[in-house]
């Protein structure tokens, strides 16, 4: 860090139930000192769940708060990351939130994908465990419920269920007494989405780490402060809260929490129903710490490692579906020459080349779905995986890059453009034009270009490809790319053989 200012963090956590701000200093030794914090019970996702849509009104008290967190973290000099969770990530007026956000408070608001979020809540919740320790983390939100093993600080498995409190609230109204009946159908649905979400194999240790506002609401009014609950106790207490009115359960919690603690209990007793789990710790960190953790890993120093975290989890996922590796690999290599070589041409930010990068190495996915029109199987592919360290926003751009290698170029009137923002299909523009000529460097797939050399003379772009076999494929499929280069950034390309 390059001086007190860069030391400042802001970690910004727009829930389903509330909206959270933390800003913090980061210290020499690695931890952080907590400056500031508030929580509005806002509740961003209020009909989402029911509608689909974030309301109006629901999104003018969000916008106010998120512009009053805009001040705070300015006064500080923090450097922010805002992050959105279920309800803005199902909202299908989701764009136009992100785009009120950025125009009325200047904040880049970042929709997660739950492995994303179930990510950063291990980050903030397992800081400092010893290197070979397991752990079991448990976050219950409003829209989502993530389920994450680690070792250390590092997660194994990623896991979000579709069940939150807000979400189950509204689908069984249940914010007053519960019937037992109805209690049974809570249990039912809560069951059958854990069963769908959780893999079989899911090897975890026998106590849980529970992170959420509700867990530990849950477990300090059923254990009477203790932060301990056992499966047995857990039981017991879903039952009272159901048979309470919503006037006795606000004698116990603040009211927005009254409204949405039986749904909460009700999952947590599914999910250690379905992990046989002995009991829960309830935590006090969570999404909001890892938030700021991950901030503070993005410092140059820590930058190498996360980059190389994400390059690890799209491979992964290349592998799933048995992609050409070495043909991806030297795609990616020569496009980040591309990239790397040519700042003045492309003028694109540095967090574009790790999306360079990622669209490089799955550009081909589609043929595991079928060779015929690839292209647009390996954007299904993409746009609906889950890619650890990628935003749900920056996954999309990610899937349109390699949607774009061939065929068509990346034009506003296609349908899957439309509403995508001027800067982000100027970024796609340009990312597809350096992907489409790697991908023509290696159109024998056989990696005869061992390296570039890029540079610009006379309004054009030279770039001397060193050889280790015949090049005439690639310099022909080169020629072929060289016009939608030259449109998107107006200069000729040369790609010439470099003299041994």
Known sequence: MRNGADRILAAIDVGTNAVRLEIARALADGTLETLHQERDPVRPGEGVFATGSIAPAVADRLLATLRRYAALCHRYHARVRAVATSAVREARNRAEIVRRVRRETGLELEVVSGREEARLICLGVLAGRPARARSLVIDIGGGSTEIATAVGDHPTTLVSVAAGAVRLTEIFESSGRVSPRRLAVMRSFAAEA????????????????????????????????????????????????????????????????????????????????????????????????????????????????????????????????????????????????LFDQLPRVHRLPPGARGLLEAAALLHDVGHAVSPQRHHKHTFYLV?????????????????????????SVPERHRADLEDLAPRDLKLVRRLVALLRVADALDRSHHQPVAGLRCGELRGAVRARARARGALDLELWDVAREAPYFRAVFRRRLDVVPARR
């Open 383 to 407: 746009a609906n995986a889950d890619i650890p360290g990628f935003s749900d926003d920056e996954r999309q751009l990610v899937a349109l890059v390699a949607r774009y290698h061939r065929r």
């Open 194 to 337: 854990l069963r769908e979400a959780l893999p079989r194999r899911f090897p975890h240790a026998r106590t849980a780490l529970g992170s959420s506002g509700t867990i530990n609401a849950i477990v300090a009014a059923a254990q009477n402060g203790s932060r301990r609950l056992s499966a047995r106790k857990l039981e017991k207490a879903v039952e009272q809260l159901a048979a309470m009115t919503l006037a006795e359960r606000r004698r116990l919690f603040e009211p927005r929490r009254a409204e949405i603690i039986v749904a909460g209990a009700v999952i947590l007793e599914a999910t250690m129903r379905a992990l046989r789990l002995e009991s829960v710790a309830a935590v006090d960190t969570g999404l909001r710490n890892g938030i700021l953790r991950d901030l503070l890993r993005r410092s140059p120093a820590a930058a190498a490692a996360a980059a190389a975290d994400r390059t690890e989890a799209v491979v992964a996922l290349g592998r799933r579906f048995a992609f050409d590796e070495k043909h991806a690999r030297q795609v990616a290599r020569l496009a980040l020459d």
